[in-house]
């Protein structure tokens, strides 16, 4: 029974590890194949917060996940993102609808942006946040990262294969005796 349960447990985990280095296998290639825009998964844009502007609803660190949505629909108290300049992207709260855009504030701070955002410049609405995750990605995103992401599950996988092989000879060279 314990062997069967060690089994199903370590399936699992290869079974997540796989769907996991598949997705971010496939962000890397989305965002070398086209690098003018952002990578997305079922929809879904992954960004790593570099700020605690947002706190309590964030930190720095974590991963938020953002979803597009009509600029028409979004309303006040909606969290959003949104081009600044070229390529700074900024997660912060909607506080006030113009007719030239949102007004827009970070939870931790004291006053509003000091711009108008334009609807053209919102990439999307806050979906969900992965608390700390955006360390995780980092991580994997350098050379050392990709290279313990293929070869620790590899090698795990291998050495519980090994470890069932040689029960199952151990088990089987008992039950001749």
């Known amino acids: ?32 194949k086209n690098p003018d825009e952002i990578p997305s998964f079922f929809g879904y844009k992954p960004f790593t917060v570099l700020s605690n502007s947002m706190q309590p609803s964030f930190s720095a660190g974590d991963m938020v996940f953002v979803k597009d949505k009509p600029a028409s629909e979004i309303a006040v108290n909606d969290v959003i993102t949104f081009k600044e300049g070229e390529r700074k992207l900024i997660t912060h709260r909607v506080v006030e609808r113009t007719n030239q855009g949102f007004v827009t504030k970070g939870d931790n701070n004291n006053v509003i942006d000091s711009e108008i955002v334009a609807t053209d410049d919102v990439v999307g609405t806050h979906a969900f946040t992965i608390p700390k995750a955006g360390y995780v990605s980092k991580f ?33 060279k008992e039950k001749t005796v």
């Open 140 to 172: 994997v995103s350098s050379p050392v990262g990709i290279t313990l992401l293929i070869l620790v599950p590899l090698l795990g996988y291998l050495l519980l294969e090994i470890y069932d092989l040689i029960t199952r000879f151990l088990s089987r």
């Open 1 to 32: 029974m314990y062997k069967r349960i060690l089994k199903i447990v370590s399936s699992a985990i290869v079974f997540c590890m796989l769907i996991s280095i598949g997705s971010l296998l496939y962000i890397t290639y989305q965002g070398s």
